[in-house]
């Protein structure tokens, strides 16, 4: 349980409220398996282009 208000309770309660809605407007398990893997790999890849924006600075730290 976290502490009311607290930015952990309100990620909790978005969370929650998003599972909701799946739920009330009955979208199929295989819809929100989908959906949640698209989000996954959408950080995934932003993520992945920030290490390599990273690296790419890096390469070019070590020509100078």
């Known amino acids: 349980m ?3 208000y607290s930015p952990e ?3 909790k309660r ?4 998003a599972i909701d ?3 009330d407007d009955y ?4 819809i929100i398996h989908g959906d949640i893997m698209d989000i996954l ?3 995934m890849s932003a993520a992945v ?16």
């Open 41 to 43: 790999q959408d950080r």
């Open 14 to 17: 978005y969370l929650k409220e």
């Open 2 to 4: 976290y502490k009311p």
């Open 49 to 64: 282009n920030e290490v390599n924006k990273v690296l790419d600075l890096k390469d070019k730290l070590k020509l100078n």
């Open 21 to 23: 809605k799946y739920f």
């Open 9 to 11: 309770w309100h990620r």
């Open 27 to 30: 979208v199929d398990n295989e």
